[in-house]
């Protein structure tokens, strides 16, 4: 109502409704999701009428106003072109996702259990972005929620699969409800959301998946033995799966973080695990993001893990190398003719 108000003072009321119209049809003619941009559209034309209020003659202004206008839309339409769906994006790593995502001009789509928090990500990230609830531990929620973003947004190109729980707890104190859920939500949850995106994404010829995994299920952890095999888990299927798709042109990739500062780490003594960390400290949220969107946005890239934790895992591998035991021996011919010497070589496993 706004917009229209301020139409009318830069224009008159009768040049308001001329312009109003024709950018309206100009938009239901090229934008596939019309009704969800009702409040965009009538911006739009005020922001073109205000552009040309100044100009003289009443034709030119309309001519301007309507030039002014396609152009606006086209930067819209290229906005819808590349719609992201993040589940959990409303905290932590996905919120993350999504600030960075919208920065970069995606059309973003955020989901989460909690509605009011998803909305309120979605209104701080700007116009032509929406919210959703959904449980990915439930199929039925999945399937409802992929319905609703194609109706409001268009085909889903990008899929992001940060949402996740965790229950510490040694393997004999941990109840099998535990167990469930968070393999539910973790593994479970992104198979499915996976299986709802890539049918769209095969028709469309083309797309790109990240899932956002833990370091914790290359190397594990005490305490975290469930959630850190719901972790592993996801490093197999993400990898399986981009060789099932990656003839439609669509790209499978995972991000496995370490110490990152988000609600699941504020328990932690950070002072004393950071020493253990060649950076000497946590990550933080906006730098997984970013590995994040290099992987939605590289076309050669499919089947990779991706590991932000500041060397931690590699030094793991390191130190555990250095102390096993030489267990095994083999022996290498030279093909060389001035050298038929074998050489023995020790090997660890």
């Not at 972005?129 to 609703?148: G, M, P, Y």
């Not at 990152?260 to 730098?287: A, C, N, S």
Request: charge should be positive; aromatic fraction near 6%; hydrophobic fraction near 40%.
């Amino acid at each position: 109502m706004q917009a229209r108000v301020q139409m009318k003072q830069y224009v008159g009321p009768d040049l308001g409704k001329v312009i109003m119209g024709q950018v309206t049809f100009l938009w239901e003619f090229t934008s596939p999701c019309f009704n969800t941009w009702k409040k965009r559209v009538t911006s739009l034309a005020a922001d073109s009428a205000r552009v040309v209020a100044n100009l003289p003659s009443r034709r030119y202004r309309l001519q301007q106003a309507l030039e002014c206008a396609a152009l606006q839309m086209l930067d819209c339409n290229s906005m819808m072109s590349r719609v992201c769906a993040i589940f959990g994006g409303s905290r932590g790593i996905g919120h993350a996702v999504a600030q960075l995502l919208a920065q970069k001009g995606y059309c973003l789509a955020i989901i989460a259990r909690n509605l009011g928090r998803a909305q309120t990500t979605a209104k701080n990230l700007g116009a032509g972005h929406l919210a959703f609830r959904c449980d990915v531990s439930k199929e039925e929620d999945i399937q409802n929620v992929f319905k609703e973003m194609e109706t409001s947004l268009g085909q889903i190109n990008y899929l992001v699969n940060a949402a996740g729980i965790n229950r510490d707890g040694l393997l004999l104190r941990t109840k099998a409800d535990d167990m469930l859920s968070q393999l539910q939500t973790n593994l479970l949850g992104t198979m499915l959301t996976c299986k709802a995106a890539v049918k769209g994404m095969i028709q469309q010829q083309g797309g790109a998946i990240v899932n956002v995994g833990s370091i914790v299920g290359l190397k594990g952890n005490s305490g975290q033995s469930v959630y850190s095999a719901s972790k592993a888990g996801l490093v197999g299927f993400s990898c399986s799966l981009a060789k099932e798709i990656a003839r439609k042109n669509i790209r499978v990739n995972m991000v496995a973080p370490g110490f990152i500062h988000t609600d699941m780490t504020t328990h932690l003594k950070e002072e004393q695990l950071k020493k253990t960390i060649p950076l000497g400290r946590f990550g933080e949220p906006q730098e997984v993001a970013e590995a994040v969107a290099f992987l939605l946005e590289s076309p050669y890239v499919t089947g990779q893990v991706l590991v932000i934790d500041g060397d931690l895992f590699f030094l793991h591998r390191k130190l555990n190398a250095a102390l096993l035991p030489k267990v095994g021996l083999f022996l290498v011919h030279s093909d060389q003719p001035s050298n038929q010497r074998w050489k023995q070589v020790y090997f660890h496993v």
